[in-house]
């Protein structure tokens, strides 16, 4: 299952069940790809991806806006599932509470994100 396009020798994916495998790489067989997808999929809950910061504008304790997944949070914005602890001008301590109803606590600075699949901070793209 393979064929040859401008010289390279390019791999295609068969269709299992209900899904095409992608396409190999360096690293990850095509199968082994495959089931990184799905693992990366069960682990991170539906319309739940990374929780990024975007934005800080602090003036005081009770005095701020911030734009967490791209929305506008204010000391009176409130959501079941995310709390805000604390603000400073460089960052934001932040409570996650996951579907099963762990809480996770993490702090972020702007352009920052944490991983819900890994568990990581990691860096946004400005």
């Keep these: 299952m393979f064929q040859i396009l401008m010289g390279l020798l390019v791999f295609s994916s068969p269709a299992w069940a209900d899904e095409a495998l992608p396409r190999t790489s360096l690293f990850l067989s095509a199968q082994d790809a495959h089931k990184a997808n799905v693992l990366a999929r069960e682990k991170l809950p539906p319309g739940q991806g990374n929780i990024a910061l ?6 005081a ?4 806006v911030l734009w967490l997944r791209g929305e506008k949070w204010t000391p009176q914005t409130t959501r079941e599932d995310l709390r805000i602890l604390k603000v400073s001008s460089e960052r934001v301590r932040i409570a996650w509470l ?26 946004q793209p400005r």
């Excluded at 304790?61 to 701020?64: E, L």
């Excluded at 996770?104 to 991983?115: G, R, V, W």
């Design 98 to 123: 996951d579907d099963d109803q762990n809480e996770h606590i993490f702090t972020l600075m702007p352009n920052q994100a944490y991983q819900i699949a890994t568990g990581k901070i990691i860096s």
């Design 61 to 64: 304790v009770d005095d701020w």
């Design 54 to 59: 975007g934005a800080v504008l602090y003036y």
